[in-house]
């Protein structure tokens, strides 16, 4: 866990955001709820199966994300699997376990990141690697929580909002060019439909929650 007076824990805010495993233990502290982003994999791979009614095992699961949801299973956190098809939904959901609750809920939302793969420069195959998709999907998510009132944002989290506010109309094309899509497709061309469902934005209610080591709706 890490502690509440670490100067990158965010800990004075409600809605905060960092990349990887590492990050969401940074922001972890008081946080009610952890959103989990991983825009072109596993996330969006969650929402599209649950809203054909089927859970997500992570025992079955591969990828940071996934690892990532390990690793707060069992904590005293509630756990939503977020992408851009279900942002809004997902605040909206953010939004009722605060009245629930009867007092402020705070948001940690974790960008998954990419792992770089072999090439040139095989020293650095399996760092954590930045991703514009889940920065823009990340943003979208605290977008729609400034939507519904909850607004008071890390400088991490606002940086992510302003971003997609700012590429709004541009993000469908700009997470289906991005380096991360065109890895994908390029090593399976059959990728270029999930890559298409990745970057519909608002289109569905459903928000998996991680419960007893599988997400379902």
Known sequence: MSD??????????QVRLDW????????????????LVDALQFTTAVVLAAEQGTETALADARGDASGIAAALAGRDVVVLAASLRNRTAVAERILALQEERGERVVVAIVAAGERTR????????????FAIEDQLVAGAVVDAL??????HTSPEAAVASAA????RHAATHLIGASGSAMELTGADP???ADVRLATQRDVTRVVPELRDGVFRA
Do not use: M
């Open 146 to 151: 400034v939507g519904v009132g909850i607004d």
């Open 20 to 35: 990887g495993r590492a990050g969401a233990e940074r922001i972890l502290t008081g946080a009610h709820v952890v959103v």
């Open 164 to 167: 997609f506010e700012g590429l």
């Open 4 to 13: 509440s007076t670490a100067p990158l824990g965010q800990a004075k805010y």
């Open 118 to 129: 072999a090439g040139a420069d095989a020293a650095r195959d399996g760092e954590l690697r």
């Open 190 to 192: 059959g990728l270029r």
